[in-house]
């Protein structure tokens, strides 16, 4: 199966500043190495493996003004995070929440939007939001809330008043992860100094840390978590050198 890179999973290429910079400054030279690392979040439905750095990476002074690429790699671990949650709370309802007039206090105003959704959840309530402020002057203040799903999320946003609500549902692990795809394309916007989102914790558990002495082996032991009444796995591997990604729906109990 060859899965559509730009669909599911939006980091996995690595992006040079300059396009005709040379790659032997910024690839580290792996000959030789035989020691892997291996990574599974069970319950977000990813595994991920790669070779274990032979020289540690070079520590610099913090920039007042970060890199490009510096805030490129930040981006690229803040879909990652996101996405592992939103998979393991099952954050399969995606709110958009617009203005007719700019806010004086937007943040206030989706604090107050959670408090009143949380009535509607029994137990933990998990969720995310990202929020894209009117900073830049092109894009109008907006929200992306993250919710699970809810048959009365019809008064959920009935409690919205300050502009149009869009509603959107993700059935499967997979179109979650696109989901959050989507509201990532606003991170580069963000200011440098502000959080890339807001979201409940507890949602995740430890990965399972392995290692292997071999590529196979180490793609191996990653798939092998791949539940066998899943047959939808999805496999990137050379991603950037020798590293790999491994995606599944998680099966749930509760699942309809």
Same mark, same amino acid.
């Given at each position: 199966? /060859?899965?559509?890179?730009?669909?599911?999973?939006?980091?996995?290429?690595? /992006?040079?500043?300059? =396009?005709?910079?040379?790659?032997?400054? @910024?690839?580290?030279? @792996?000959? !030789?190495?035989?020691?892997?690392?291996?990574?599974?979040?069970?319950?977000?439905?990813?595994?991920?493996?790669?070779? $274990?750095?032979?020289?540690?990476?070079?520590?610099?002074?913090?920039?007042?003004?970060?890199?490009?690429?510096?805030?490129?790699?930040?981006?690229?671990?803040? +879909?990652?995070?996101?996405?592992?949650?939103?998979?393991?709370?099952?954050?399969?309802?995606?709110?958009?929440?617009?203005?007719?007039?700019?806010?004086?206090?937007?943040?206030?105003?989706?604090?107050?939007?959670?408090?009143?959704?949380?009535?509607?959840?029994?137990?933990?309530?998990?969720?995310?939001?990202?929020?894209?402020?009117?900073?830049? !002057?092109?894009? +109008?203040?907006?929200?992306?809330?993250?919710?699970?799903?809810?048959?009365?999320?019809?008064?959920?946003?009935?409690?919205?008043?300050?502009?149009?609500?869009?509603?959107?549902?993700?059935?499967?692990?997979?179109?979650?992860?696109?989901?959050?795809?989507?509201?990532?394309?606003?991170?580069? +916007?963000? =200011?440098?100094?502000?959080?890339?989102?807001?979201?409940?914790?507890?949602?995740?558990? /430890?990965?399972? +840390? @392995?290692?292997?002495?071999?590529?196979?082996?180490?793609?191996?032991?990653?798939?092998?978590?791949?539940?066998?009444?899943?047959?939808?796995?999805?496999?990137?591997? !050379?991603?950037?050198?020798?590293? !790999? $990604?491994?995606?599944?729906?998680?099966?749930?109990?509760?699942?309809?």
């Amino acid at each position: 199966m /060859e899965p559509d890179a730009s669909l599911l999973d939006n980091d996995t290429s690595y /992006e040079l500043t300059d =396009p005709e910079e040379s790659r032997q400054s @910024l690839i580290i030279d @792996l000959a !030789g190495q035989e020691e892997y690392w291996v990574h599974i979040y069970p319950d977000a439905g990813v595994a991920s493996f790669g070779q $274990v750095r032979s020289v540690p990476m070079p520590q610099y002074p913090r920039r007042s003004i970060p890199l490009p690429q510096t805030l490129a790699s930040a981006h690229r671990r803040a +879909r990652s995070q996101l996405r592992k949650h939103a998979v393991a709370a099952q954050l399969r309802i995606c709110v958009t929440l617009t203005y007719e007039v700019e806010s004086e206090n937007p943040v206030e105003d989706v604090d107050d939007f959670m408090a009143n959704a949380s009535r509607f959840y029994s137990g933990k309530f998990h969720w995310a939001v990202v929020t894209v402020l009117s900073e830049d !002057g092109e894009h +109008r203040t907006h929200h992306h809330v993250l919710l699970p799903r809810n048959l009365q999320i019809h008064k959920i946003v009935s409690s919205w008043g300050k502009g149009i609500v869009h509603v959107g549902f993700n059935p499967s692990d997979g179109d979650i992860r696109r989901m959050v795809n989507y509201v990532a394309h606003d991170f580069p +916007r963000l =200011p440098c100094a502000r959080p890339r989102y807001r979201r409940s914790h507890g949602s995740t558990t /430890e990965p399972i +840390r @392995l290692r292997a002495t071999s590529l196979e082996e180490a793609r191996f032991l990653a798939e092998g978590f791949v539940p066998r009444e899943s047959d939808d796995a999805v496999v990137f591997d !050379g991603l950037y050198g020798a590293r !790999g $990604v491994v995606y599944w729906d998680v099966l749930r109990a509760n699942d309809p």
